[in-house]
């Protein structure tokens, strides 16, 4: 029952029609990945801080660097595979 009504299109974007489903896994798995990955990151940094001087302030920023990133690329490939054209038409 949820397969099928998660399944049906909620609305079109340039012809390419967005499932709920494919909409709320896209984000959830973009972000379910970018914050397994700063955890894991900022563990190897914590670890690592006795050979390397690094201060919390840089783990943090360079963390949440890291999850912007896999967030904003996560959800663009997210968006490719549920159909949408993102390559710019120059006419």
Partial sequence: MLWTWGGHTVFTIG????SL??????LFGSWWLSAR????????LIGSRQKVNVGDATIYALTRLIRYCVRFGGTLVGLSWLGL???SSRR
């Fill in 85 to 87: 054209n993102l390559q």
């Fill in 21 to 26: 489903f494919g909409l709320v896994m896209t």
């Fill in 37 to 44: 990955l700063e955890d894991g990151i900022r563990q190897l």
């Fill in 15 to 18: 012809g390419a029609p967005v």
